[in-house]
């Protein structure tokens, strides 16, 4: 057992006037309510009492918690599936737009099953990946002959090792939020480059959803960031915020989970209507895009 994660300050910028925002529940394993509160200053949202790390586990224990069982069962995994396979070669080209190079190290964390290393292996980068979930370890095994790191093994690579360091929906995840930042820091080469892939609670969708925005996720999502949250823990960890793009993708599919969470069934038109809304609103100001890629580069 683990304390709850409780906060009397916030862990992005450290002020301790963090505000009550609404209670989420959790619809994918245990029904329980968590509340989110707000920092003014950085604009993070947290979800407090969120499981310590130790008893985190049992919150993915879900065959619809599909980034770790690869399943294609109903329609909206199989439509997961099918964007995921476009969007793989997609974040290669962030990652050599990001990098200017076609091929070095890349570090995958929180691979999954491994199909982002796979399919960097596969055009020519040399690629590893770290995951946690030891069942997602041996299906990325299993599916692509890829043998996946433990996560405690970061702290052990080699210091400058990677041209780049990928986290695709991740970081929100991560208990050692800072230690993590600390690590990506020692073993990013002197120009390399770090993606991060993040919900955006200050999107268009979230502000329509509210409490019923899938991406929320708790209690497996700790933190709900922000751009300003984000360039706000980049500067605290030696990084600064290079660019960052909207995820277009994901609008359409948070709406479809959030129209499941709010009535209990899957709303076509309506989520469709919602994701192009989102994504108007993100095409003029990118910073309300439903989902952003930032890339941080060392300082």
Known sequence: MSA???????????????????????????QQSFQLIECPHCSV???????????????????????????RQGLINQIYQLVRRRTL??????????????GGRVLDVGSGTGAFVSALRRSGWRADGLEPD????????????????????????????????TLWHVLEHVHDLHGY???FRRV????????????????????HFQQWWAAYDVPRHLYHFAPDSIRALAKRNGFECQSLRPLWYDAFYIALLSHQHQCGQNRWLSSMYVGLRSNWRAYFDRERGSSLVYVLKPI
């Open 134 to 165: 030891a069942a997602a370890r041996q299906v990325g095994l299993r599916d692509y002959g890829i043998t996946l790191m433990e996560s405690d093994q970061l702290y052990q690579l080699p210091s400058g090792e990677f041209d780049a360091i």
């Open 89 to 102: 070669s997609q974040k290669i080209k962030w990652v050599e737009r990001a990098t200017g190079l076609s």
């Open 4 to 30: 709850p994660l409780h906060y009397d300050s916030c862990p992005i910028c450290g002020h301790a006037d963090c505000r009550p925002v609404f209670q989420v529940v959790d619809q994918l394993v245990s």
């Open 181 to 183: 930042m600390k690590e």
């Open 45 to 71: 949202r947290l979800t407090q009492d969120a499981p310590g790390a130790a008893d985190s586990g049992a919150y993915y224990q879900s065959d619809e918690y599909i980034s770790h069982t690869n399943t």
């Open 188 to 207: 990013l080469k002197s120009g390399g480059r770090l993606l991060l892939a993040l919900p955006n609670h200050t999107s268009w969708d979230a502000d």
